[in-house]
């Protein structure tokens, strides 16, 4: 249940929320217009463009740049991370990187103009006002629930006068600044606010609007997440490589740590083996995302979907990729564990496997690494979607933006739970990848290899490797995040 004093702006698993109190805005009013005795903000005054504009005209060019609004916006505490040049982009008619005072007066009007078919979409009852009913209408249908406490306390935070009720010019004031017009925008604050890859593609997909289908901004996404994936898993493949390694071939009678683990990896085949099995890796990245997301899409219709339906369709979306690309978690695990000389390449690797052990066995260990995706999935989702909104209520106090260090925190955080709670089925799923028997009878079932591992490690050997990968995760997060925000600057999705 979502339950923050600010207007939440939900998409998928992702959640921001815009919080300006109405104490905060009182002081806006009085810094910037101490001697008026009306709103701010007249629709019908030159007068008040011109104040404004004088005021974020810090060094009286008769000019404003994306430094001095966004300086303004802070000064206001209304500062959202890329607010500021998109504000400028969309008003600089003449494209010399600034907003006279002729087209910032035309901005404004124009994103008026756009917001009141907002407000009229929210007011319902067409009675000139927003009330809190009308709130969890318009998020209802947007597939977030919330109860009217909630409602009431979204609405504090646009209500000047304390009315409980939201006329147009309280909601123009609220989001006059705020380049978003839209209702989806204007509570969609987390939206791909980050692509995260620590090695594991069961997490749910992320979502897209219409119009971002529409375009070319859905593609761009995934390019981008595509290749933070590809050098963040390029840049831990010693961790990884590590990590299979002990799940494989240590045990209790066989202790296998991190140096003894990587002194012997390099002794048998050079520091470049640590690279081992990484090639394929990337390679699955890009049909893997490809196909849940269209699975994932496919499931879920177009239709905005609540966390409970979008668990299961992200589920269903993970199931139907991983099945696809099963074959190449085989082939990873293969040559990840090879010794030097094994195969030639992935394509040798596959063919002797396929010539030795038949087709079937590009599907061993399918079932715990299917079963695995619930646990996994649903854990990270619940636990981001509690961290989320456990900082909103909390913490979300004069900022819409809740920086990249809570982002990244609440995204490496739920990741790890899910990691921890698959764990044992993954370490099972590899052992089983990683048999190379020639007769099918002889392949122990999951059952068995669990019972098996407990019996001889007891249970704290399900989770052999496990500090190699909780050691990757935080260099893969950071590598992630900066290579998806320059991807998307060289793909002219983030200015």
């Not at 806006?28 to 104040?51: H, I, N, V």
């Not at 005021?55 to 802070?74: I, M, Q």
């Not at 005072?101 to 124009?110: G, H, M, N, P, R």
Request: charged residues 25%.
């Amino acid at each position: 249940m979502i339950n923050s004093k600010c207007l939440f702006q939900g998409h998928g698993s992702s959640v921001r929320c815009f919080h300006i109190s109405s104490a905060m805005f009182q002081a806006l009013r009085t810094a910037l217009l101490p001697r008026a005795g009306c709103s701010f903000w007249d629709a019908d005054s030159e007068r008040s463009y011109q104040e404004l504009f004088d005021k974020l005209d810090t060094n009286n060019d008769g000019k404003v740049d994306v430094a001095e609004l966004r300086a303004g916006l802070k000064k206001m505490g209304m500062f959202r991370h890329g607010a500021a040049q998109k504000i400028v982009l969309t008003g600089d008619q003449n494209q010399d990187g600034c907003l006279d005072f002729t087209e910032f007066t035309k901005y404004l009007k124009d994103h008026e103009m756009k917001l009141r078919l907002t407000f009229k979409s929210l007011d319902r009852n067409n009675d000139g006002r927003i009330d809190a009913s009308e709130i969890q209408q318009a998020l209802a249908e947007l597939g977030i629930e919330i109860n009217r406490e909630a409602a009431q306390k979204i609405l504090q935070s646009m209500d000047i006068d304390g009315s409980m009720m939201v006329d147009w010019n309280e909601f123009r004031e609220h989001f006059l600044l705020y380049p978003a017009f839209n209702l989806e925008e204007i509570i969609r604050y987390w939206k791909h606010s980050l692509v995260l890859d620590i090695g594991d593609s069961l997490s749910i997909p992320d979502e897209f609007t219409e119009e971002e289908k529409s375009s070319d901004v859905w593609w761009k996404q995934l390019v981008a997440g595509a290749a933070a994936g590809a050098v963040s898993r390029t840049g831990t493949a010693p961790l990884d490589r590590l990590k299979v390694f002990m799940q494989v071939h240590s045990s209790k009678t066989h202790r296998i740590n991190l140096i003894g683990g990587f002194r012997q990896m390099i002794m048998e085949g050079g520091l470049m083996s640590l690279w081992r099995g990484n090639g394929i890796n990337v390679l699955k990245i890009a049909p893997e995302t490809a196909i849940k997301f269209m699975a994932y899409e496919q499931v879920r219709k177009g239709k905005k979907i609540e966390t409970h339906k979008r668990f299961i369709a992200g589920s269903m979306a993970g199931a139907t990729a991983q099945t696809a690309i099963y074959p190449m978690e085989v082939l990873k695990t293969r040559l990840t564990l090879r010794k030097t000389g094994q195969y030639a390449g992935m394509f040798d690797c596959a063919k002797k496997i396929l010539r030795k052990e038949g087709a079937i066995a590009f599907y061993k260990g399918y079932v715990p690494n299917l079963i695995g995706i619930i646990p996994y999935a649903g854990i990270d989702l619940a636990v981001y979607e509690t961290l989320k909104n456990t900082w909103l209520s909390y913490h979300a106090k004069d900022s819409a933006n809740p920086g990249v260090l809570v982002l990244l925190g609440c995204g490496t955080i739920s990741s790890t739970c899910g990691q921890l709670a698959s764990y044992p089925l993954a370490l099972v799923r590899t052992r089983m990848q990683a048999q190379a028997s020639l007769d099918v009878s002889d392949q122990p079932s999951m059952s068995s290899l669990l019972r098996t591992i407990v019996a001889k490690d007891g249970f704290f050997g399900l989770y052999r490797g496990i500090l190699p990968n909780f050691m990757k995760v935080i260099p893969a997060v950071s590598i992630s995040y900066v290579v998806y925000e320059y991807m998307k600057t060289g793909l002219g999705i983030s200015k």
